[in-house]
């Protein structure tokens, strides 16, 4: 009896893994809720989609469960950003890899930069999210993947249609940007995340609260010292902070200053949950250029 309640589990316990869950569509596991988002717009109701990174995370430093691990392993795709990003999920992508799962990243698709400067600095930035135009090429990449390793399924009209939306966030962006003077457009955030939208729309990152491309980096005392000098130097007067991280730091750093300065939260990293600000990438998008131009015009 004993090993007949062995057996049951077992087969319970692998029913729960399979790559299609009750509605027997296939799995598309996507790591970030960002890609998430844009690879759910883009499939439809053609397949599930299961976003391992939940709303208000950390995508450097999120973890996930034995039994999503387990999905994971059985998907029949995987979607990552790469480029170093999913640190805390490194392991199971990697293991999904070796399972013969077909695993595509967006980082090295959108052109990606290297960092200016920072304990970061000559290493390629993840963060291609904070430019639209970049995430074009995302979005032609899970078009071909998804159309060439997910059978049944096809999604050129839908990612042909994200893709224009793309364009017009682009266009609102870059007009809202516009409006803001050249000697203005310094960004200062909590950590380095926006290299990809001043390069975008010509902005330049004066510097970071954490002087690093992640958040599992800290800053030393000398680091916010120096920070507050350039801050204060460069006329800076907002300073912008994810809204899933604490913003101490950032406002220890405009004490230091010693000049007002305003700390305003983003969605940088992250989508917020569906009664947020940015429950979708565009919305995010949306949001994010909006605070911006009203911080620094």
Not at 27 to 52: F, R
Not at 170 to 175: F, G, I, K, L, T
Not at 182 to 195: A, D, M, S, W
Not at 258 to 277: A, I, M, P, R, Y
Request: proline share 4%.
């Amino acid at each position: 009896m004993k090993k007949l309640l062995l057996l049951i589990v077992a087969a319970l316990a692998l029913a729960g893994c399979s790559s299609t869950g009750s509605s027997g569509k296939p799995v598309i596991v996507v790591t970030t809720n960002i890609l998430g988002d844009i690879t759910s717009n883009i499939v439809g109701d053609q397949a599930d989609v299961l976003v391992l990174m939940p709303p208000n995370s950390d995508p450097h430093s999120f973890e996930i469960s034995a039994s999503e691990a387990a999905r994971v392993e059985s998907a029949d795709l995987l979607i990552a950003n790469g480029l170093g990003l999913e640190e805390g999920v490194a392991k199971t992508i990697d293991a999904a890899r070796s399972e013969g799962i077909e695993v595509i990243e967006a980082g090295p698709a959108a052109d990606p930069i290297q960092y200016a400067s920072g304990q970061s600095s000559g290493a390629e930035d993840p963060h291609i999210w904070t430019d639209p135009e970049r995430m074009r090429a995302v979005v032609s990449l899970i078009r071909d993947a998804v159309n060439s390793n997910v059978e049944g399924v096809n999604v050129d009209d839908a990612a042909a249609e994200y893709d224009s939306r793309l364009v017009e966030s682009d266009a609102r962006m870059s007009e809202q940007f516009g409006a803001i003077a050249p000697e203005q457009r310094k960004l200062v955030t909590n950590h380095h995340v926006f290299g990809y939208l001043a390069d975008r729309y010509d902005f330049e990152v004066i510097g970071a609260v954490i002087p690093s491309g992640t958040t599992l980096a800290s800053p030393s005392a000398s680091d916010l010292s120096d920070l507050a000098s350039t801050v204060r130097g460069a006329g800076v007067r907002t300073i912008f902070v994810d809204s899933s991280q604490p913003d101490r730091l950032a406002q220890v750093m405009a004490s230091e200053a010693g000049v007002q300065v305003e700390v305003v939260k983003l969605f940088t990293e992250s989508l917020g949950d569906e009664n947020s600000e940015a429950p979708t990438y565009l919305k995010m998008m949306e949001f994010n250029s909006t605070a911006i131009a009203a911080g620094l015009s």
